[in-house]
């Protein structure tokens, strides 16, 4: 187990884990949801098959569209694939790569690859796409302030606003672990990410309506190869929260402080079991509450937002 | 001397229980009994503390400055407890012994407060006068009394809440020099004097100012003032005005004490002159316009309580002993006042000023007293307030604050104008006419009714008029010439808030 | 930036989550709903006086969190449901919707008041070895979304809830500032909350008698 795998291998290692693992990740979060209600539900690898068929069926193109229509989920895909080079996916270190950006540089990503599906569900003429590429796009608005506190707590906390140190100030000590600026920002981070991935309490992510569609219904005109890409774009930004969520907030275990291949190995196993366990908290809670009214999401934001105002607040005086 | 101030904390307390569960008819009695009985105790305690600090451990402590208070209190709970006979009317009901219940615990509570060793006693007494003397405004099962109950609760349970986080800073300033098992006994914290650190204690008294001051009735914090004042029973606003708003204002200048003990006499001194004239000005502007004859004297309350903060603010022993007299002679003209207020509402059956009109044809001894009682509270010599409003004065230019004593001399004038031009508008105006006689059969019927509402010439009982006389002759005495044992007390009082030990 | 350390970290955990609760009970519409934050809160109280008597060997805390929690958990949270709610479990009228200011104002005005009580209790550098600076400074910005609460609502039972509420983030100081205060005089406060407690129950049973509700909207006669 003395063998050292190479950086750059790692860092392709990163992309991989995500790209590989993520459909994989919605599969875990599906079946647990049935479980939980007594339902057998689908198999695990469910969302690899969806995804397969999807690419081996041909493509249609709304009449007008132009080639930005098609061109967004390629786009989109490929933000997501850059976003875990620069979050500490695997290892404690940095790669170097990881410099490529900071945590915003990762926020600018996953908003442009937002920004790309709306603009192209303007381009279909569909209602519904519309619908829901402009509410996705009001709440977006009412999150960000909530992840830009976020960010300004990490950036309080370390100093930089590298995920890697981020990740690393948390290790360090129980202290750090425990106190009130890092635990209200993470769980304003996870609010979050339960709105950006379409989850209860925001969004039933299964459901058929179309009225209390936000994420699901921006790609109602694609099809074929190119809503496999806009699938598995979904999948991948949802693993990626649930990462960063682990990685840099909550759980900074377990990732290989070494290049020593069984460090490697057992950083991507402990990666996978974190994002399942996360699954298994959004599960619980896609079982255990209802939907909001599209009109209340403003409150929860508002809540998310509370919790990062809070956690500046408390950062500022040193203590928290 | 121990004997005596625990005969004072039991005797209020237990002829409120006595008149609860004892006889229907000797509530009076009793409460009477028990009034008289605190202001002997408390006579017989002033020798005392004009010398000397009694102390009992850290928990009971009475000094000068208590002995003030504690005499004003006393005289007021005598005076109304004989008052409130009248005021029954012979009742026996539930209401009246709820009511002598509420009004000996509510004294019980203002005697206690003075009487208390340390700040957390001190707080814990002025919170029980407050939930006391809110369920006695809620005994008039009226929409008003429900309302003004209400407001009263809330916003003073607030105020006292801020005054709570007040002594905790205290505590936490005392702690610092006398160890963390130091009980915030008056004593050591103003013996500590100087080596407290100076934010909390500054912070403490800011707090303390504004959490007391919103029982003291002090400007912006006086919203619910005068609602409670002209909603409560008669003899429950005489002692709410006279006794209550006094006995908080006490717990402000043991703040005073120690915040002028730790940080000198600047700060607490400014704060207290901006609270003071702020109070003084809005008061004597809405004495104007008032047309609740009750209401009218609740402003007034607020505008002596800003007198009160102005003189402390000024700082010299005259002004400070001038504030000393001030509170006793407050407590004896507001008292007289409200008690006089009460014997009108009581003939008219109303609270409307409009209403009032020849209260001193129609009332041949209530009307001249209240009459009296609206000059004195106006400082007019040879009332005892004329005396402590000259000697505040005269320690403003003394001390060199010459645009506040200005102001304070102008606003009282003003006020004066208000309390003037509404007594006179009741007093001296002519008796309200019964109609003329009907020229025709047809309106007889209809104006009957209104022929009753015409009050006869007559005191509604003398039970209302002697404590009034009582109260007038102790106003003459502390005008014209105190006796030596209360000039003593006042001199050391004024030389303990001065910052002598 | 140094780490606080675990004791301190706990602290300020606590009061934090005391001040979120404050924020919900500002946000929830309804009483049974409000009267659970608040026992939740005041159980989190206690598990502060214990975490505190843990770390500072004062084990006088451990009778005052037995019996803050016995009153402020239990019998105030009691009294205040078997007062409010009317016996078939339903919601009396008048608390739902007597919002002055929208809920999203509120919060956010609320967020605003937060920061100001935050910001000037931090900054009078009260500290010692025993006070987590931030608990205090959370403690101050608990005060002011008190008083918020009680001026958003116009209704008795949320003005009550704001009142004991207050009371809460005052204990919450104390434990701060003066763990070290002799029990007697803790107790004695308590004692007087339940007195506080006896003497709202009773107006707010007079004013529901009177009106039927719990809004105070009508409690506009005396003006002046």
């Not at chain 2, 002692?239 to 005073?256: K, N």
Request: aromatic share 10%.
């Amino acid at each position: 187990m003395s063998a050292a795998v190479p950086i750059p291998l790692i860092q392709l290692l990163q992309v991989l884990t995500v790209a590989l693992a993520a459909p994989g990740l919605t599969g875990v979060i599906a079946k647990v949801e049935a479980r939980l209600q007594g339902r057998r539900g689908p198999r695990v690898l469910q969302p690899y098959y969806d995804l397969a068929k999807l690419v081996r069926k041909e493509s249609l193109a709304p009449e007008g569209a132009s080639w930005f229509f098609l061109a967004a989920p390629l786009v989109a895909v490929a933000a997501y694939l850059t976003i875990p080079l620069l979050i500490p996916v695997l290892t404690t270190y940095g790669l170097p790569l990881g410099y490529l950006g900071d945590i915003l540089g990762g926020g600018f990503l996953l908003s442009l690859a937002s920004f790309v599906i709306a603009a192209a569900a303007l381009e279909t003429g569909s209602p519904y796409a519309q619908l829901g590429s402009s509410r996705a796009k009001t709440f977006s608005a009412i999150t960000e302030p909530v992840v830009l506190f976020v960010v300004f707590t990490v950036a309080l906390l370390t100093g930089t606003d590298l995920p890697y140190h981020m990740a690393a100030v948390v290790r360090s000590s129980a202290g750090q672990v425990i106190r009130p600026a890092h635990l209200l920002a993470s769980a304003a981070l996870f609010m979050v990410i339960l709105l950006e991935t379409g989850r209860i309490p925001v969004e039933t992510h299964t459901g058929t309506n179309e009225f209390g569609m936000i994420e699901e219904a921006r790609s109602f005109e694609h099809s074929g190869p190119y809503l496999a890409l806009l699938r598995w774009g979904g999948e991948l930004k949802q693993f990626i929260l649930f990462t960063i969520l682990a990685d840099v907030f909550v759980v900074p275990w377990g990732l290989a402080s070494t290049q020593r291949l069984g460090d490697v190995v057992l950083a991507i196993a402990a990666l996978l079991a974190k994002a399942v366990a996360v699954g298994c908290v959004v599960a619980v809670i896609d079982d255990s509450f209802a939907k909001l009214r599209l009109f209340k999401i403003t409150e929860y934001a508002s809540a998310a937002f509370l919790l990062a105002v809070l956690g500046v607040f408390t950062m500022y005086l040193g203590g928290g | 001397m121990i004997g005596v101030m625990l005969a004072l904390l039991a005797v209020p307390l237990a002829a409120g229980i006595a008149s609860f569960f004892g006889p229907a008819r000797a509530g009076a009695g009793i409460t009477v009994t028990s009034g008289i009985a605190c202001f002997g105790l408390v006579l017989a305690l002033i020798p005392h503390v004009a010398h000397g600090t009694v102390s009992y451990l850290s928990y009971l402590r009475a000094d000068a400055v208590s002995g003030v208070f504690l005499l004003a209190t006393a005289f007021l709970y005598a005076a109304v407890a004989v008052y409130a006979v009248g005021y029954l009317h012979g009742r026996s009901d539930v209401y009246a012994r709820r009511f002598y219940l509420g009004f000996n615990i509510f004294a019980w509570a203002m005697l206690a407060a003075p009487l208390m060793g340390s700040l957390a006693l001190l707080w814990i007494a002025i919170e029980v006068t407050t939930v006391v003397s809110a369920l006695l405004i809620a005994i008039e099962d009226t929409d008003g009394a429900a309302e003004a109950s209400w407001k009263y609760v809330l916003i003073a349970s607030a105020g006292l809440g801020l005054a709570l986080l007040a002594t905790i800073f205290a505590y936490y300033a005392g702690a610092q020099v006398l160890g963390v098992h130091s009980d915030l006994a008056i004593g050591p914290l103003l013996r500590a004097g100087g080596r407290l650190p100076a934010t909390p204690v500054r912070l403490a008294f800011l707090l303390a100012v504004l959490g007391y001051g919103t029982k003291v009735g002090l400007f912006p914090v006086h919203t619910w003032l005068p609602d409670a004042h002209s909603e409560a029973p008669t003899p429950v606003s005489a002692l709410l005005s006279g006794a209550l708003l006094a006995t908080s204002f006490y717990a402000i200048l043991r703040f005073y004490q120690v915040a002028a003990a730790a940080l000198g006499s600047g700060f607490p001194r400014d704060t207290l002159l901006a609270f003071g004239i702020a109070s003084l000005l809005l008061a004597s502007l809405y004495v104007f316009g008032q047309r609740d004859v009750k209401r009218f004297l609740a402003y007034s309350s607020v505008e002596h309580m800003g007198i009160l903060a102005i003189g402390v603010s000024f700082g010299a022993p005259i002004a400070l002993a001038g504030v000393m007299l001030h509170v006793m002679a407050h407590a004896a003209a507001k008292g007289n006042a409200f008690m006089g207020a009460g014997v009108l509402t009581v003939k008219y059956r109303t609270k409307q000023m409009a209403a009032m009109r020849g209260g001193l044809a129609l009332l041949p001894w209530s009307g001249p007293l209240f009459l009296l009682s609206i000059f004195a509270l106006s400082a007019f010599p040879p009332s005892g307030i004329f005396r402590s409003e000259f000697q505040i004065v005269a320690g403003g230019l003394a001390s060199g604050n010459y645009a506040a004593a200005a102001a304070l001399v102008v606003l009282v004038t003003v006020a004066f104008f208000g309390l003037a031009t509404a007594a006179t508008s009741m007093l001296l105006t002519s008796p309200p006419q019964p109609p003329q006689p009907p020229r025709s059969g047809t309106r007889q019927a209809a104006q009957a009714p209104a022929q009753e509402q015409v009050p006869a010439r007559g005191e509604p009982s003398v039970w209302m008029v002697v404590p009034v006389l009582a109260g007038v002759a102790v106003l003459l005495v502390l005008g014209v010439h105190p006796p030596g044992e209360i000039t003593g007390l006042i001199t050391r009082a004024a030389a303990q808030l001065g910052g002598t030990p | 930036m140094s780490s606080p350390g675990v004791y301190d970290g706990a602290a300020d955990v606590i009061a934090a989550l005391m001040l979120l609760l404050e924020f919900g009970m500002l946000r929830q519409a309804l009483v049974r709903d409000q009267v659970r934050l608040y026992a939740a809160q005041s159980a989190l109280i206690s598990v502060l006086a214990i975490v505190i008597a843990a770390d500072r060997n004062l084990p006088d805390l451990y009778a005052l969190a037995a019996l803050s929690g016995t009153l402020k958990v239990v019998v105030v949270p009691l009294v205040l449901r078997r007062l409010l709610g009317s016996p078939d479990g339903e919601e009396t009228p008048g608390v739902a919707g007597s919002y002055t200011l929208s809920p999203a104002s509120a919060v956010l005005a609320a967020i605003g008041l937060a920061a100001f009580g935050f910001f000037s209790f931090g900054s009078l550098g009260i500290s010692s070895p025993e006070a987590p600076a931030t608990a205090l400074a959370i403690a101050g910005a608990m005060v002011f979304v008190a008083f918020g609460l009680m001026i958003v609502r116009r209704d008795v039972a949320s003005q009550a809830i704001g009142f004991f509420s207050l009371e809460n983030a005052i204990s919450l100081a104390s434990l701060v500032v003066a763990a070290g205060l002799p029990l007697l005089l803790e107790t004695a406060f308590l004692f007087d909350l339940l007195l506080a407690v006896v003497v709202f129950a009773m107006l707010i049973r007079a004013h529901h008698a009177r009106s039927e509700s719990l809004s105070t909207a009508d409690l506009t006669k005396l003006r002046g």
